[in-house]
Protein backbone atom coordinates (compact mmCIF):
# COMPACT_ATOMS: atom_id res chain seq x y z
CA UNK A 1 0.00 0.00 0.00
CA UNK A 2 1.49 3.18 -1.14
CA UNK A 3 0.28 6.72 1.57
CA UNK A 4 0.94 9.51 -0.76
CA UNK A 5 1.64 12.61 1.62
CA UNK A 6 2.15 15.11 -0.17
CA UNK A 7 -0.48 16.90 0.01
CA UNK A 8 -0.09 17.09 4.23
CA UNK A 9 0.38 20.45 5.87
CA UNK A 10 0.45 19.09 9.23
CA UNK A 11 0.72 16.17 11.66
CA UNK A 12 0.13 15.62 14.66
CA UNK A 13 0.53 13.01 17.62
CA UNK A 14 -2.87 11.38 16.50
CA UNK A 15 -1.67 11.73 12.65
CA UNK A 16 1.67 9.99 13.81
CA UNK A 17 -0.56 7.61 15.63
CA UNK A 18 -2.41 6.66 12.89
CA UNK A 19 0.40 6.04 10.27
CA UNK A 20 1.98 4.16 12.87
CA UNK A 21 -1.12 1.68 13.23
CA UNK A 22 -1.72 1.55 9.57
CA UNK A 23 1.75 -0.01 8.90
CA UNK A 24 1.65 -1.93 12.30
CA UNK A 25 -2.07 -3.90 10.47
CA UNK A 26 -0.70 -3.82 6.93
CA UNK A 27 2.59 -5.96 8.16
CA UNK A 28 0.40 -8.36 10.48
CA UNK A 29 -1.97 -8.88 7.47
CA UNK A 30 1.23 -9.62 5.44
CA UNK A 31 1.71 -6.26 3.44
CA UNK A 32 4.19 -4.10 2.68
CA UNK A 33 3.30 0.10 3.46
CA UNK A 34 5.62 2.89 1.36
CA UNK A 35 4.77 6.42 2.32
CA UNK A 36 6.03 8.81 -0.26
CA UNK A 37 6.24 12.59 -0.92
CA UNK A 38 6.86 13.73 2.30
CA UNK A 39 6.85 17.61 3.41
CA UNK A 40 9.49 18.62 5.48
CA UNK A 41 7.69 19.16 8.94
CA UNK A 42 6.65 15.54 8.27
CA UNK A 43 9.81 14.34 7.73
CA UNK A 44 11.28 16.20 10.37
CA UNK A 45 8.46 15.11 13.07
CA UNK A 46 9.54 11.20 12.03
CA UNK A 47 13.35 12.17 12.53
CA UNK A 48 12.31 13.99 15.93
CA UNK A 49 10.09 11.21 17.08
CA UNK A 50 12.77 8.31 16.10
CA UNK A 51 10.63 6.31 13.98
CA UNK A 52 11.60 6.98 10.50
CA UNK A 53 13.08 3.81 10.34
CA UNK A 54 9.57 2.19 10.85
CA UNK A 55 8.44 3.34 7.48
CA UNK A 56 9.96 2.72 3.65
CA UNK A 57 10.15 6.44 2.67
CA UNK A 58 10.27 6.82 -1.32
CA UNK A 59 10.60 10.36 -2.59
CA UNK A 60 7.22 10.29 -5.32
CA UNK A 61 4.39 7.49 -5.97
CA UNK A 62 6.37 6.33 -8.49
CA UNK A 63 9.25 4.95 -6.67
CA UNK A 64 6.93 3.77 -3.81
CA UNK A 65 5.26 1.58 -6.56
CA UNK A 66 8.19 0.29 -7.89
CA UNK A 67 9.78 -0.32 -4.47
CA UNK A 68 6.05 -2.32 -3.84
CA UNK A 69 6.73 -4.30 -7.02
CA UNK A 70 9.81 -5.91 -6.00
CA UNK A 71 8.95 -6.97 -2.20
Request: contains cysteine.
Amino acid sequence: MVFNLGDVKYIDSAGLGMLLNAVSKIKNAGGILAICTLPEQVRKLLKTTKVESVFNIMADEASAIEFLKTK
